[in-house]
């Protein structure tokens, strides 16, 4: 079994700080973690995903996480909030497993957490 | 690329009425995603196919709820008769296989069906 929490549903940044959303995962074999964004009246869209190797990965629009085992979280971090960063974003979860072609199937969804930025 | 297109935008309709919602999935992409969006549940995954057949339905609320892909190109979600809890957002979304389980392909979205049940 495997869930998602993301740490506060609603995150008001300043043009220009540092964001920071947080989520932490359970899952029984080593994960396949995932953000996604939403902006308003779309569907989600991939942010970025972190599957094996460099715990660091980059995804679009600046963004980037960090895979820490020992804490079970994968953080979302951008260094400057843009007026266009304010979404939807959520954290996923899921388990590949070995011999199989599927994977989305088993993806977890957290709850979500609404960006705003402060102009 | 067209992206995972899906019709009709918003619907509104009355209960007790059927209600089909359609999807067009990405070209080459093989495996078929139905979500539900709503405030109080999140994103709800309803049904899963892969190369045309439902593989997972364990998602799908109630026997009101249908779903079918006749071909690689086209699905449906049906609902009838439809009731006001069933007023929500409906996402399609299809990706690739993960072969061996190794490559994390990613979901691909529509952009939604805006259900409302009066």
């Known amino acids: 079994a495997q869930s998602v929490t993301q740490l506060g549903s609603h995150v008001s940044v300043s043009e220009g700080a540092l964001v920071l959303l947080r989520c932490n995962y359970s899952?029984?074999?080593?994960?396949?973690l995932f953000w996604y964004v939403q902006y308003p009246n779309q569907g989600l869209q991939l942010l970025l995903k972190y599957t094996t190797g460099a715990t660091l990965v980059k995804g679009i629009n600046g963004f980037e996480a960090e895979f820490k085992k020992s804490e079970t979280s994968f953080h979302l971090t951008k260094p400057s909030a843009h007026m266009s960063d304010a979404a939807e974003y959520f954290c996923a979860v899921s388990a590949p497993y070995l011999g199989s072609n599927f994977g989305n199937e088993k993806l977890t969804f957290g709850t979500g957490t609404r960006l705003t930025i402060i102009p | 690329d067209a992206g995972v297109i899906q019709s009709p935008r918003h619907e509104v309709t009355e209960m007790g009425q059927e209600v089909t919602l359609r999807c067009k999935p990405i070209?080459?992409?093989?495996?078929l995603f139905w979500y539900r969006q709503t405030m109080m549940r999140g994103l709800e995954l309803l049904i899963y196919f892969n190369n045309n057949v439902p593989i997972d339905d364990s998602g799908m609320p109630e026997d009101r709820f249908s779903a079918k892909m006749p071909n690689a190109s086209f699905s449906t979600l049906k609902i009838q008769p439809s009731e006001p809890r069933d007023s929500a957002v409906y996402f399609c979304?299809?990706?690739?296989?993960?072969?061996?389980?190794?490559?994390?392909?990613?979901?691909?979205f529509g952009n939604g069906t805006r259900l409302t049940v009066t």
């Open positions: 979304a299809s990706s690739l296989p993960w072969v061996g389980g190794g490559d994390g392909s990613p979901l691909h």
């Open positions: 899952s029984s074999v080593p994960p396949y």
């Open positions: 070209s080459g992409h093989n495996s």
